[in-house]
T-cell receptor, first 114, second 113 residues
Framework: DGGITQSPKYLFRKEGQNVTLSCEQN?????MYWYRQDPGQGLRLIYY???????QKGDIAEGYSVSREKKESFPLTVTSAQKNPTAFYLC?????????????FGEGSWLTVV | GDSVTQMEGPVTLSEEAFLTINCTYT??????LFWYVQYPGEGLQLLLK?????DKGSNKGFEATYRKETTSFHLEKGSVQVSDSAVYFC????????????FGAGTTVTVRA
């Protein structure tokens, strides 16, 4: 089935550790996105990529890093510089940037700092 | 920049009641407008969308009309069910924000039997 796969579903991070969240899509989409969701705050964009080997910062990129070496993959690393990483992280993808294109979401990953 | 403002929740309704969630937007140009739904512990699913003024999006009994004159995209359903309990997000996408989605804060809807 076509879709977006995020892993792991649940992840625990110790203080000072870097962790990487995986996102894979088989929809042949050019654009991919990472959003963070906190209770009552909606979704905020961390990074996005519209083409392989290129990506841009979103609204809250500090403390995060990404790579886009393959069209189908867009992993997110939460670094130790991110002061409050506990949140629900959502990966998304869409066809090349054009008004009206639907953005599709994965099932999300829960990250908790312990 | 582009932004979306939606009605704050939570909203609690009885089954078969009428649901309205207000959404207004600020944007340069002519964005596309979306409603997404999120069930507990899951990702977001597209509920409906409209890409130009006066378009009406509809799905699963939900409707929303793109009103350029009032910069609004209110979500409505005539008779809700318990299974409609979820968080609903209004969002926009357009040239001026590089076709990324800008979201409202979300509205939590609970439908009681």
């Amino acid at each position: 089935d076509g879709g977006i796969t995020q892993s792991p579903k649940y992840l625990f991070r110790k203080e000072g550790q870097n962790v990487t969240l995986s996102c894979e899509q088989n929809l042949n989409h050019d654009a991919m996105y990472w959003y963070r969701q906190d209770p009552g705050q909606g979704l905020r964009l961390i990074y996005y990529s519209q083409i392989v080997n290129d990506f841009q910062k979103g609204d809250i990129a500090e403390g995060y890093s990404v790579s886009r070496e393959k069209k189908e993959s867009f992993p997110l690393t939460v670094t130790s510089a991110q002061k409050n990483p506990t949140a629900f992280y959502l990966c998304a993808s869409s066809a090349a940037g054009r008004s009206g294109n639907t953005i599709y979401f994965g099932e999300g990953s829960w990250l908790t700092v312990v | 920049g582009d932004s979306v403002t939606q009605m704050e929740g939570p909203v609690t309704l009885s089954e078969e009641a009428f649901l309205t969630i207000n959404c207004t937007y600020t944007a340069t140009g002519y964005p596309s407008l979306f409603w997404y739904v999120q069930y507990p512990g899951e990702g977001l699913q597209l509920l409906l969308k409209a890409t130009k003024a006066d378009d009406k999006g509809s799905n699963k009994g939900f409707e929303a009309t793109y009103r350029k004159e009032t910069t609004s995209f209110h979500l409505e359903k005539g008779s809700v069910q318990v299974s409609d309990s979820a968080v609903y997000f209004c969002a926009l996408s357009g040239f001026s924000n590089d076709y990324k989605l800008s979201f409202g804060a979300g509205t939590t809807v609970t439908v009681r039997a």
